[in-house]
Nanobody, 125 residues
């Protein structure tokens, strides 16, 4: 099992920034590709960003490209999501996710083996 705990959410004005963190425990962190998803009220959970097991490759949903940056610190067992130029449409619960195996790319829920509990991000206009 892998336990994931997100932090860093909150309320921010449009144009502002937040950095989400996801601390992992349980199994060897660098065995897992990681991702961030979000879910707005009444909508399905959607992919936001992903990173492979060693941080060498990153992937982004089109609407966040150039604004969000995913990164990981394997010695600290932590993955981050730096969110800049936030928009009201970024408002959602953000979930950290670990891949089912080392070589999947966590760009869809079908590739997720473990979820965090989520952290709320609210962007006011």
């Amino acid at each position: 099992q892998v336990q994931l705990v997100e932090s860093g959410g909150g309320l921010v004005q449009a144009g502002g920034s937040l950095r989400l963190s996801c601390a992992a425990s349980g199994r060897t962190f660098n065995n897992y590709p990681m991702g961030w998803f979000r879910q707005a009220p009444g909508k399905e959970r959607e992919f936001v960003a992903a990173i492979n097991w060693n941080g060498g490759s990153t992937y982004y949903e089109d609407s966040v490209k150039g604004r969000f940056t995913i990164s990981r610190d394997n010695p600290k067992n932590t993955v981050y999501l730096q969110m800049n130029s936030l928009k009201p449409e970024d408002t959602a619960v953000y979930y950290c996710a670990a891949g089912k195996t080392r070589f999947v790319v966590v760009t869809a829920t079908q590739y997720v083996g473990f979820w965090g509990q989520g952290t709320q991000v609210t962007v006011s206009s």
